[in-house]
Structure formats: structure tokens, C-alpha cells
């Protein structure tokens, strides 16, 4: 009997009220939210911390980030620390890394995947020593091919490539990718690990239009003033952000805070739509029954993320 298939779905600083599953059904997520009504969703996720390397470092190794080492960003996972595909130790897998990995020589495959396709070309000074720190992702020599070219410098910064037109966006060449790796191993069992950029900043998206700042709600506490009741770090940043705003958004005001918001829903339906295209792959190939699906986020700032497994 064929063994079931894996695969991992992650967004990035994905907040758990984005999600009907978890009641908010304001934002458009069809597809996600077809996808919960088939699973099991978890009402309490806890990430091990709300910090990227070392939440992915436990998703992936099983680890406490005190325990792999990845205690703050951009430590690399140690190469003697085993990954998913090292611990899984199966032949008949045929496993994939796409998309954001954030533990170490980001561009280069290891810790046991067959296929890796990658994104962020933005932690190369953080790479080992002996790898080409020439070379680039994926992602980048995609968009070369297709006639674009990095405004300034020698790759494509994160802040123009969240405003390309949509088919030219990271979770289209994603799902793009992800679908050839599908139909390509349909006749084997394969893990495969599809890691989005978004929603993570700059807050900026091909459907930043998609909701009117007027309709969005702010939280019940927005108006509450900050004292020295609330943390430091809660306060240093509230008052950061109201003198500079963020990824050119004015937020000294609930207007501001609205625009933010509206784009950061927007975000989130761009990626909805291409977690449907994968899943659709998997229905077209009739994988979808002998497939587990995981869809998570790696981290949210509210150190719980959402969780539905099917």
C-alpha cells in the first residue's frame, strides 16, 4: 500500500484571527476555510517562541530552540541537528523545501530534502562560510526570466517585489512550483514543505485595494492608553510606530491603523488563493484523500498561530 503523502503549509506571522475557523469570516480565505471544514483544527497552538528561526527551527526538528541552538534569528541550524527528512529516514519519500527557511545558507539545499526552491536573497551576509554569496534564490533568477531586474543593487529587495503584478508574486511562483513537484511525484509518496513569505511585512500586496480601510475593525482596546502596567518593549514599539509609521503607512491615527490592516487582510487572501491552487493540484492528481495537509503559521507576535491538519 502506498504510504500517505505530507504536506506542510506555512504562512508567516500569520495572526489566528484571520481565519473563520477561528471567527473571523470578514476576510476572503475560501479555500482555507473549505480546507478547515475538512480537518481538525486546533483551537490552542502554541509556538515555542514568536520569533522566526527559532519557532521554524522547532517545526521542523522537534526541538526547543534552547535545545537546537536557534535562539534568536538568523542562527543557522546546526548541521548535525536532524531535520524532518532525516528524522523521517524513508527512501520512498521524495521530499521538497519551498519557499522561506531562515536557518541558515537560505538559497542551498540541505538537511536531507531532494528539491528545494527558494525565495529570500536578503541573508546572504549571513551565509556559511564557503558558500557563493553570488548566488541567488530561485525566486530571483525567476523573475530575471521574465524580464524584471533588481531596482537597485544586485537583488530584488522585498519591498519591490511585494508590489510586482500578482502572477509574478512569491505565492504565485510557489504554487507554481509546488504543482510541478506534485504532478512530477503523484506515482510516489513525498513530503513536501511549501513556506510563504507573506503576511509578513512590508505590509504591502497586489490587492491592497481588495478592502476598504472603512469597513475594517480596530481591536476593542485601541483607544486603552499605554502605562507602565504594560511591558516595555509593548510601549517602546507603540511609540515607534505612531512617530514613523510603518512600510510608509501613517499610524498616528485609527485611520492609518485601518490601511494597515486592510492590507494585511489583503495579504492574506492573495495567499488563499494559492494554498487553492495546490490543493486543487492534489484533488486533479486524487491525492487529496491519501494527502495530510498541515496548514500553520511560524510565528505571531500573540505567541499562538493557527493550526488545521487533515
Known sequence: MKKPNLLFLYTDEQAINTLAAYGNEQIEMPNLNELSNDCTVFEHMYVTQPVCTPSRSTLLTGLYPHTNGCTRNNIPLKQETKCFPELLNDSDYRTGHFGKWHLGDEIFKQHGF????????????????????????????FLLKNGFKPSRGEHFRRSETTILPEEFSKPAFLAKESKRFIEDNKDKAFALFVNFFEPHMPFHGPRDNQYDPKDIPLPSNFEHKLDEMNPFKTRFFAHKYNEFGISGIDLDSAEGWKKLRANYWGMCSHIDRYIGEIISKLKECALYDDTIIVFTSDCDFANYSPLIVI
Do not use: L, P, Q
Not at 123 to 141: A, L, M, T
Open 114 to 141: 531532494d528539491e528545494w526552491i527558494s525565495i529570500e536573497d536578503t541573508y546572504s551576509c549571513h551565509y556559511s562560510e564557503g558558500r557563493n554569496k553570488n548566488e541567488k534564490s530561485s525566486y530571483h533568477n
